[in-house]
């Protein structure tokens, strides 16, 4: 199940489907009735009911949501959930509802102090690397370059032959916890500013 985003452009409707949005709705039910249902986060949606129970199921599985009961006032008695490891980004859950940890790895490393130095596609994907979402030199380069061209990074030292480029995070371009995340349309979705930042670009391969 991929993620959907609410994006607004050119005066598009906003699409309240995804589970960027549900994980959102989640949160805000819970905040005002201590729990949710998966008809309260249908309510707020435009999604088929069958994709948002399927998240919830996935987030039951990797223990980010736990059931609640039943709600009893209703005659369908319908299930309670409530979040036990809660987290203001969206859990990324693939289709086997593996997480997806990769290029936020990786936008941690450009945010912290070592990263702020600079790194290279080599460095970032070693310190990115986890033994269960181990990043590729290949995957480093792909997204610096996507990251570059969007006006996220400054080249502080040019690659050449046997050597590879090292980039650092402009400082106005640390905009929060969430990676700008890369949309099939080749387009750098920056989750903390709500918009599309640089120009589409038109890639076969993405990170």
Known sequence: MSIVLKLTMGGSERILRGQAHYWSVMRALQAEHGCFTVTGINQASNADRADIRKFVRGLIVHGFVAEAGADEAQAAAEKRYRIVRDQRACPRLSRDYSQQTRQQN????????HGREGVNARELAAYAS?????VQIET???????????GYLACIAKGGPGRLAVWRLKPA??????PPMILRSK???????????????????RP
Request: avoid cysteine; charge should be negative.
């Open 173 to 178: 371009m640390n905009t929060g916890p969430l």
């Open 187 to 205: 387009m750098v979705y920056d989750q903390n500013a709500g918009k599309i930042m640089g120009d589409v670009i038109a890639e076969e391969d």
């Open 130 to 134: 986890t033994d269960e979402a181990p």
């Open 140 to 150: 480093a380069k792909a997204w610096l370059k996507m990251l570059s061209g969007a």
């Open 106 to 113: 990786m936008w941690n490393v450009l945010t912290s102090p």
